[in-house]
T-cell receptor, first 108, second 113 residues
């Protein structure tokens, strides 16, 4: 079993839709969690850190469920520009363990 | 631009040659990481430094790979006797805050022919 698992998608949604991604992790000792966005052939860009209490940044909401060992990302009112791959990352002794990413396609 | 920079951005080499990549982290960051990413996968951890000390190396980092950060600032990653399986995007990241957020450079795309 991989340490961090994501549904690869693609999620194909119309503009304006709400879409949610989940990511499960196996190391219960992990303390820090992140969502990154990666465009084709570009580097990952930090989208959000994920806090125990959940956090929101505009249209994006991230939540952590320690009991079930998963993190989630909710995108509301999807824009064409949200089309990208979304990577979840779990910190383990300073290094990040990434999932394989979930691809999102937002269509007009 | 005060982000992480990497050089070169692209490298094409023949099997068996040695290559070296450079990473300049965000200036106030004391931790520097190297990752490798292949198509359809997330980045995989290779090694990391805290200041000039190399604190962890992945099992992915065979003895053909070596990394240095001699003055605790920039870092180099060298691959000796390259193999076709080394073809990947090599990403550098740095961090320095309490939250542990890592910021990535644009990567070096290596193609081994």
């Amino acid at each position: 079993r991989k340490e961090v698992e994501q549904d690869p998608g693609p999620f194909n949604v119309p503009e304006g839709a709400t879409v949610a991604f989940n990511c499960t992790y196996s190391n219960s000792a992990s303390q820090s969690f992140f969502w990154y966005r990666q465009d084709c052939r570009k580097e990952p860009k930090l989208l959000m850190s994920v806090y125990s209490s959940g956090n929101e940044d505009g249209r994006f909401t991230a939540q952590l469920n320690r009991a079930s060992q998963y993190i989630s990302l909710l995108i509301r009112d999807s824009k064409l520009s949200d089309s990208a791959t979304y990577l979840c990352a779990v910190e383990s002794s300073y290094k990040l363990i990434f999932g394989s990413g979930t691809r999102l396609l937002v269509r007009p | 631009d005060t982000g992480v920079s990497q050089d070169p951005r692209h490298k094409i080499t023949k099997r068996g040659q040695n290559v070296t990549f450079r990473c300049d982290p965000i200036s106030e960051h004391n931790r520097l990481y190297w990752y490798r990413q292949t198509l359809g996968q997330g980045p995989e951890f290779l090694t990391y430094f805290q200041n000039e000390a190399q604190l962890e190396k992945s099992r992915l980092l065979s003895d053909r790979f070596s990394a240095e950060r001699p003055k605790g600032s920039f870092s180099t990653l060298e691959i000796q006797r390259t193999e076709q399986g080394d073809s990947a995007m090599y990403l550098c990241a740095s961090s320095g805050g309490l939250g542990g957020e890592q910021f990535f450079g644009p990567g070096t795309r290596l193609t081994v022919l």
